[in-house]
């Protein structure tokens, strides 16, 4: 499986996304943890994101933005929900465009010989929120961001086996 | 309207609680965020309850436990997403008795003509946690806080009218 597969089923509330990568959980973990590394993936090439600050840790608080061509900032923000780990990351989704509207979402990186499957898990507060939210595009932001994650977990497996 | 309605429509993973309280929405909220004043509601009579922290505020983090006549201990603990006001409270839930299910709550405080109507909105990961919520008795637990709610309340305003 190389292929990244959405499952949105009709009346429910929830989004879910499974890939498989070929790289390590503890990379992929990095990646979504590591402002430097997020910033390379998460979003569109026609994006710049800024990560205002992200602690890691039960509590701790994220809050990142993307700025477009014309100048637009589209921020979010929210809160981890027990430690993040290579296992899993529990936190809240709160898009500043929509204040109120917030989600639940848990990411997991399973290993599977060698590889990582990484499942992405999104509850909505109701079907409007989730149909909005696929209304406006996340899927087709989710597909880019996540050809732009294996491109980066594909530079640090490569750079992992240059210093080895 | 002064019954509590709970509404958790088959095949979706929420519950809707909608109560109207006698009482302002500062005082409900006050219930939900005070230590001293949420031992006094939340749970059943048989039950003793213990906050080991609740830090109200934008990724502050909670913690409670409920002990039973047996001494057995049932944990419960999360994080405020955003920061607890008397419009609103967010926040994640989980029972400590199974680990990894994760809740994301809603609870607001609407003024109507004097009175407070509270709605609760919980969205659960899936529909089997809620379903098994729900199947562990999470309803007749509802009905009974709010009726301790609804005379904790009451004894507040009474001590609010006599220092008037």
Do not use: C
């Not at 800024?50 to 039960?58: G, K, N, S």
């Not at 809050?63 to 809160?79: L, P």
């Not at 079907?127 to 594909?154: Q, T, W, Y």
């Amino acid at each position: 499986m190389t292929e990244t597969r959405i499952i949105a089923e009709p009346g429910l509330p929830l989004v879910e996304v499974t890939r498989e990568f070929d790289a390590p959980p503890h990379l992929l973990f990095r990646a979504h943890v590591e402002p430097d590394l997020l910033v390379r993936w998460l979003g569109t090439d026609g994006l710049v994101m800024t990560v205002d600050h992200l602690d890691a840790r039960h509590g701790g608080t994220w809050r990142y933005s993307h700025r477009d061509a014309g100048g637009n900032d589209y921020g979010f923000h929210g809160v981890y929900h027990g430690t993040p780990s290579p296992d899993h990351i529990t936190q809240t989704f709160e898009f500043e465009g929509m204040p109120g509207h917030v989600s639940l979402e848990t990411i997991t990186f399973e290993e599977r010989a060698g590889k990582t499957v990484l499942r992405l898990l999104a509850v909505f507060q109701s079907v409007e929120d989730r149909d909005g939210k696929l209304a406006s595009g996340m899927e087709s932001g989710i597909h880019e961001s996540i050809r732009r994650l294996d491109a980066l977990v594909a530079t640090l497996v490569d750079n992992l086996a240059a210093v080895r």
